[in-house]
Nanobody, 127 residues
Framework: QVQLLESGGGLVQAGGSLRLSCAVS????????MGWFRQAPGKEREFVAA????????RYKGSVRGRFTISRDNAKNMVFLQMNTLQPEETALYYC????????????????????WGQGTQVTVSS
């Protein structure tokens, strides 16, 4: 059973930065495409960023492109989300997700594709 554990959330002022981490255990990490999603109170969980098994292919929600960077370390079974220039409207619970991928270049933006989810880490951006 694959398990995901997020960390790195917290309180930051608008314009600040945070780096989220997700530790993955219980599976062959290099066979998993990874993603980050977020859910604000009263809203649907939305896609933020995704990365392929190899780490060479990434995709971002339009509003975060250029400010957020997703990366992975296959040797350490970790995936990261560097978030810069955070805005108050990005306050949310951020989730790490994993999906079995057939090819090294697959990555997924659809929530329904993901097989495993972490418990989330809270990010609060104050104005």
């Amino acid at each position: 059973q694959v398990q995901l554990l997020e960390s790195g959330g917290g309180l930051v002022q608008a314009g600040g930065s945070l780096r989220l981490s997700c530790a993955v255990s219980g599976g062959t990490f290099s066979n998993l495409a990874m993603g980050w999603f977020r859910q604000a109170p009263g809203k649907e969980r939305e896609f933020v960023a995704a990365i392929s098994r190899s780490g060479n292919d990434t995709r971002y929600k339009g509003s975060v492109r250029g400010r957020f960077t997703i990366s992975r370390d296959n040797a350490k079974n970790m995936v990261f989300l560097q978030m810069n220039t955070l805005q108050p409207e990005e306050t949310a619970l951020y989730y790490c997700a994993a999906a079995w991928a057939h090819t090294s270049s697959d990555y997924f933006a659809s929530r329904s594709v993901y097989d495993y989810w972490g418990q989330g880490t809270q990010v609060t951006v104050s104005s």
